[in-house]
């Protein structure tokens, strides 16, 4: 239907705060057709709040993953000193998977973003050496971003500031518009979640978790894992490459 009145609107009034991811008027405006500061694209705040859900649904198994906050990405790319990185590692400490949403922007007071993709840092408890999979609806638009996004990730987590940091593109579905970047991206990090789960699952059943005890190979095979399924779900909706 038609967008409410723009008199009837609030633009600081709270709709949802969940697990402390409040979504305001504001955010929620940009997602109706026809209102006048409608972008149809998710914002940070929006993006948060669905990381906060996900982390809900995957219950003690959840310790296993970070999702990470919009916002706590921004501050690491382009504010964050060295020992801002090193307070930032212990809450990275123990997770088999960080996804880190990445956007364009060139800095907080720099040009706006206008795409989101998903970096997911896979990491096992053997090896010292995580991988970097970038997951991007519109390739090779974040490379550059998601590059320096691994590089700072890969400070935070204590590793040696020699290591070479490779961000591998993972093939998957490409968006057809210009504004479907965050609905992807959070496809993915669904996936993930499923995929940390049902690891989660097979570890208190006595099974082996492949980010665990697969090293590199079982990383990388739940890298595909993830992205085959978002090929499933593209194939689902009628997407296919732009």
Request: hydrophobic share 45%.
């Amino acid at each position: 239907g038609a967008p409410p009145p723009a008199s009837l609107l609030s633009p600081d009034r709270l709709i949802v705060n969940f697990n402390d991811a409040c979504v305001y008027e504001r955010d929620a405006v940009k997602l109706v057709p026809g209102h006048r500061t409608a972008d149809l694209w998710l914002n940070d705040s929006c993006i948060n709040f669905w990381f906060r859900v996900l982390e809900a649904d995957l219950g003690g198994a959840a310790k296993r993953i970070q999702l990470m906050d919009p916002a706590v990405m921004a501050f690491m790319r382009f504010q964050a000193d060295e020992e801002d990185l090193e307070d930032l590692g212990p809450q990275l400490q123990g997770r088999v998977a960080i996804a880190v949403p990445v956007n364009n922007s060139s800095g907080f007071f720099g040009t706006p973003s206008t795409h989101w993709s998903l970096l997911v840092c896979y990491r096992s408890e053997a090896d010292e050496e995580p991988v970097f999979a970038h997951y991007d609806s519109m390739q090779p638009s974040n490379s550059k971003p998601a590059l320096a996004t691994a590089q700072k990730l890969r400070a935070a987590l204590g590793l040696s500031a020699n290591g070479e940091v490779q961000v591998v593109p993972v093939t998957m579905p490409q968006q057809r518009n210009g504004t479907d970047c965050g609905v992807y991206a959070l496809t993915v990090a669904e996936l993930l979640a499923d995929v940390v789960g049902a690891g989660a699952e097979a570890r208190a059943e006595g099974g082996a978790e492949p980010h665990a005890d697969g090293g590199g190979e079982g990383r990388a095979a739940n890298a595909a894992t993830v992205a085959a399924g978002a090929a499933a779900e593209g194939e689902g909706a009628g997407a296919g490459a732009s």
